[in-house]
């Protein structure tokens, strides 16, 4: 046991002191850790084993039950929301994508940590992922004065994962900015034995946004001190990082690179197929595992890249973990006593050493000259200063869809870049108005 | 003297070897496919060591498919003997019996319009049905489901089977003093085998292929069925191709078994044996 | 159509033996009570979602403070579809897609029906590999297309290497996406036609065609006059249940090309999920819904109408 955990269940203990002193002297052997058993919802994925590693050491540590409820990826949202429909959701804790979660948090869906735990904080340590975890009603937005809606469970951001041997041979450095990747993936493309390069265009949006985010740009932003919003897709810097991703996108992939998956390219550099590409860090059990990787020990990981090396943009695409509102009282403590341990040091530390993406700074920190998990997670410690958000409104779905749409089409040229920005702002201009946001008038109109 | 090879004897020959190559190749290819290491299938490696790792996985995994298999055939086999029971008779007394024509019009389009919605559409009705009755997560709640959704399609085919039926073998039944009933169960049923054979096999791999439903309406082992599990090896950042490949060929199995036995049943001898008779 | 031939029970019943209700309900009563079980778990199980599905389509439905909140919003949700780019290319996609593939599907299912049901030898055989792609979870051929169409691993471009020909990205060009799905369509469903076709043959009458052969009737002949004939209402009914569940294809598509490249595969029903269940747009994919429902029943009522008007030269 460790003095964070314990410091963190002191006010707890002092709340329901009276009814443990009762309880002791019935049973005699209470545990101040005693806990209703909880279920978890959660999908399998490279770091579900890692996941069920932290349980069991809660489980051993505590004496409390909790249940995994494993089911495909592709139902997760579904049984999510049936969950929180009916008259008592059947799972404690459900794990929620970052491009979901703001239906469950603008729906009341989940219920935030101080009305369940009121004298918990989030330990400083944690990442907050431009504040992934929060959710300020008024606006209806992630902003960093919302209250604790979900707890960050896989600290996915977007590193660039590059073949260390062929960049040793060639002389080559990590690359920093864009140029840099356009001059490396030339010098290192050799199809169809390897390619320079590839985006993922299926779907694109969460791709491009490193690129995005990398000149400036943003799809909408929020002035937080008028309470306006204005949607900035067609704004320069957005027409910049577009013309570099096309190009990139054309220049160095695979003939197949206009309907290139996540898994796709994953096998691709797998394979020993690619030499770089960006990615979420949850993918990198992939080219470590002998099993599934013909290139073991000669991947590297970096921060992406940007137009200079200061303006860098990996974009988080995490998974937090929420408690839905319909639950008794004791379920919704007990789910979050076990996340909120799950948040301390040492268990983040078990969990990323069993192979899962932890979401504390100072576990990247303790782990980047690791033997083991420090090629990437020194890359994520120095990536922190940089992470960028996605959209978190709760439009963020029909808002990225239109991104999707408009990006394949530029991939396979059906529109240009320019009117494919245009397109996208007129349509998400649309659903925020629809949304009734307080929109500035797009700058073209 | 049907051995001499016509022009068109040819052209059917040549059709059929045609269909069963191009069905075969699609087949073979993932069952090659299934023996490999995964590092190998990516790499499109032509030959590796064959390994039996991705069926181990099956058993040895989160997912435990011979549960799931239990549960799939309870669910698939359950559902379909309901529906052949409740359609046949269905569809018999829409065929064969006077009723207002409206009364039939309206049946029809009540049954075609089930057919037609999204399945989407009865996911969060049937989530909360199930668990009111206490049945959520077991393969109840998928019969319920497939029921459902698979009765519209087998009184649809049905119905064009009992039209075939002649009508002077039911009126000689009538002569003979045989109630309705025993018209239908001896002399209607027997004729009509092929096509309630066929019936049963459609409903059985409908429900055996489900993968909506059995997402939606189970989440343990306790209720999952195979497509469920297939489904896991299909994850955000990877595709288990080794696993996912074995997870099909073996999900394709019982279901094979089960149709070598019901095609026989699709057989003129039978038919005609009751016309003759 | 079967169901408005009149009914003509000429015989005489003879006179009841044993208890009176016993004898209607096995005799007079069963026609009712024959129905009976299949209307209740259609009624009891189907009319509320088919209701609650048409109520929400003129609803704007969503989640506010923990409750599902309906309001009306008349026909908004049905203009709004006139201005969604990707449910027009989606609904396009999908017609032109039932169109080929339920037309190539009973052609082939009943070329394949005849060819097996006259063949002596193997006849078990091929019955059973013609059968076999529908046992086959679908999402499992998605991945098994996936291993035949993949760009970097896939068979046919292995193949092609191989013989030193190019390399196609089948599942990634505007050009070749759609055909590559109408392939897998075709090869996975044509069996569902060709099981029903085959069955409907089976339980033909035979004295029919014997004697057209006897008659000296040539093959062809025997085919065009007897044969599709009697089997016309089977081919009709079978297509129209293929018509109904290609309106739904999801599974193949979600592996093979999620809707890419650009918008190339997107159909309806994966878009139709996309909305309710992501987006969370609960008033709008139920009026997509609806109207998917609509396109069907057109469908529906041309096949009806074919049909008909066939029987009606026969």
Known sequence: MNQNHRTQAGPRFRRWGIALLLTAAVCGVASAQSQPPITILINTSPWLPSFKSLVSQYEKETGNKVNLNVVPFAAMI??????????????????????????????????????????????????????????????????????????????????????????????LQPPKTW??????????????????????????????????????????????????????????????????????????SPPNYANMGQSDEISLMASGHLAMFIVASAAESNFTNPNTSSVVGKIGAAVTPGPTADARAPTSGIWVMGIPHNLPKAKQLAAAKFLEWAMTKPAELAYAKAGGVPVRQDVYEELAKDPKYGWWMQAVADSTPYIKAQVRIKETPQILSVIDRVLGQAVIKKMTADQALKQAATEIHQIMVKGGYKVAPLSSQ | MRRSLTPYGLLRTVLIVVAVIATLLPVLVTLVTSFKI????????????????????LFTGSGNFLRLTGNSLIASLGSTLIIIVVASLAAYSLTRFRWPRAWTVTVIALLLFVQMLPPIVFVGPFYLISRNLGIYDTPLALIMAYMVLN??????????????????LEDAAAVDGATRLGTFTRIVLPITTPGIAATGILTFIFAWNDFLFALSLTTTPRGMTIPVGVANFAQNYQILYGNLTASAIYAAVPAIVLVVFAQRYITKGLALGAVKG | MSETTPVTRKAKR?????????????????KYWALAPALAILALLTLYPAVQLIRMSFSSV???????????????????????????????????????????????????ALAVSESRRLSGFYRTVLMLPVLIPPIGIGAMWLMMYDFNYGFIDKVLSALHLTPQPWLATTRLAFPSILVVDIWHWTSFLFLIILAGLESLPQDINEAA?????????????????????????????????????????????????????????????????????????AALAVVTALLITIFVIVYQRVDAALSGQG
């Open chain 3, 213 to 285: 052969q006897i008659d000296g009737a040539s093959h062809f002949q025997r085919l065009w006059h007897v044969t599709l004939p009697l089997l016309r209402p089977t081919i009709t009914v079978a297509a129209m249940l293929r018509t109904i569940f290609a309106f739904k294809i999801f599974d193949e598509i979600y592996l093979l090309t999620n809707g890419g490249p650009g918008d190339s595969t997107q159909v309806i029903t994966p878009y139709i999920q996309q909305v309710f269940f992501i987006q969370g747009r609960m008033g709008y994919a």
């Open chain 2, 38 to 57: 995964p590092r190998s299938i990516i790499a499109g490696t032509w030959f590796s060591t064959p390994t039996l790792q991705n069926y181990a996985a």
């Open chain 1, 78 to 171: 579904q049984k999510s929301l049936n969950a929180v429909s009916s008259k008592t959701s059947e799972y404690d804790i459900l794990n929620l994508n970052e491009q979901w979660y703001s239906q469950f948090y603008s729906g009341g869906l989940v219920t935030p940590i101080k009305d369940i735990d009121p004298s918990y904080t989030l330990p400083k340590q944690v990442i907050e992922y431009a504040y992934a975890d929060r959710w300020d009603p008024k606006v209806g937005a992630s902003t960093k004065n919302g209250e604790v809606y979900g707890f960050p469970i896989n600290g996915n951001i977007q590193l660039l994962f590059y073949r260390k041997d062929l960049f040793a041979k060639h002389n």
């Open chain 2, 151 to 168: 009765l519209p399609l087998a009184v649809f085919i049905l119905r064009n089977f009992f039209a075939d039926v002649p009508r002077e």
């Open chain 3, 14 to 30: 003879p006179a009841t033996t044993g208890p009176r209700g016993v004898r209607w309900l096995l005799d007079a009563g069963f």
């Open chain 3, 62 to 112: 969503g989640y506010a403070g923990g409750h599902i909140a309906w309001s009306p919003v008349g026909l908004a949700n049905f203009t709004q579809i006139l201005g969604d780019a990707t449910a027009m290319v989606a609904f396009r996609n999908t017609l032109v897609f039932v169109a080929i593939t339920v037309a190539c599907e009973t052609l082939l299912g009943l070329a394949l």
């Open chain 1, 179 to 252: 140029a840099d990747v356009e001059k490396d993936a030339k010098i290192l493309n050799d199809p169809p034995n390897v390619y320079g390069f590839v985006t993922r265009t299926s779907p694109p949006n969460y791709n491009f946004q490193a690129w995005l985010h990398s000149y400036g740009g943003t799809i909408i932003s929020l002035d937080q001190s008028t309470g306006t919003w204005s949607v900035n897709i067609d704004n320069a810097a957005a027409h910049q990082a577009l013309d570099e991703w096309l190009k990139l996108t054309w220049s160095y």
